[in-house]
């Protein structure tokens, strides 16, 4: 099954069982990834953790129920999963921005979202150039940073992250203890495998053997096959960018799938930086 029908198949699963319990387990058999791997691939299409998603579309159709219909907002509450009214409230408050008692007044704006639903576009004849390697595991050590894909807050921490690193000069300790491969300073997303928590933990690091120096921590990048790609322009929008065509353009006609390491940005110079993305053969 092409992976895009399969993400369409998820989203089908999640719009008949919103009043239900959603188990992970059961979409990732759906859909024949593992967990890990179905929401590592919604978060990166849809710019949203999969739980968010589920989360949003709930409240969403439960804003449409209380203005359509004579529910009293505790049912509504328990039929999308919420135990208290107190939890409800205050989730329902936070995504639309107003209590939901006040939903039934006239002129009350609420957040309408959505089902998605992805397909394949052709944008143009752009050639994207990778190359495939296989790595033995690796040990890096660098500055880490708990951040997560809710509300997507790693897309504001993991730049203003960098960027506290430069300014303090932290960048130069990390590149002086580089001696292993690859080369480079290196920006590894290493997400949680509870993805329920939409948590990641993201280094700023080199290939190192040398003891982690006090404040840093140490990693193993464990072997794995690459798909390397060249990123022509600078800046964290770049990156998001190309990640994205990666995604959407080059893997569902590749004859790779994605493998289960964390993904890489590799700066061997301030001119030059690779998009390391884990695959394996399908």
């Excluded at 369409?8 to 999640?14: A, D, H, K, L, R």
């Excluded at 944008?123 to 994207?128: D, I, M, N």
């Excluded at 939409?198 to 190192?208: I, Q, R, W």
């Excluded at 004859?255 to 030059?272: C, H, I, N, R």
Aim: charged residues 25%.
């Amino acid at each position: 099954m092409n992976w895009l029908d399969g993400i369409n198949q998820v989203i089908e699963y999640i719009e008949k069982h919103l009043e239900d319990d959603i188990d992970y387990d059961d979409i990732a058999e759906l859909f024949g990834y593992s967990v890990y791997h179905v929401q590592r691939l919604f978060a990166m299409i849809a710019g949203v953790p999969l739980s968010e998603y589920i989360r949003n579309r709930k409240l969403s159709k439960a804003a449409t129920e209380l203005q359509t219909s004579d529910s009293k907002v505790i049912d509504i509450a328990l039929k999308y999963g919420y135990s208290s009214p107190t939890a409800f409230n205050r989730a329902f408050k936070a995504f639309h921005g107003v209590a939901p008692r006040e939903v039934k007044k006239e002129k009350v704006m609420v957040k309408a979202f959505p089902p998605l639903h992805f397909e394949l576009t052709v944008k143009g004849a752009k050639t994207l150039d990778y190359r495939i390697e296989r790595k033995q595991a690796f040990r890096i050590v660098g500055m880490k940073l708990r951040t997560t894909l809710e509300n997507g807050e790693c897309y504001e921490k993991i730049p203003a992250f960098w960027s506290s690193l430069v300014q303090a000069g932290h960048h130069e300790q990390i590149i002086a203890l580089m001696n292993q491969e690859p080369p480079g300073l290196l920006g590894v997303s290493h997400y949680s495998a509870d993805f329920s928590t939409g948590s990641l933990d993201y280094y700023v690091a080199c290939s190192t053997d040398q003891p982690a120096p006090h404040g840093m921590e140490e990693f193993i990048v464990p072997e794995s096959t690459w798909a390397i790609f060249p990123c022509p322009e600078k800046g964290a929008e770049a990156i998001q960018k190309l990640e994205h065509r990666i995604v959407m353009e080059w893997m569902p006609t590749s004859g790779y799938e994605f493998g289960k390491a964390p993904d890489m940005e590799v700066y061997a110079s301030l001119e030059e930086t690779d998009i390391w993305i884990p695959v394996k053969k399908i």
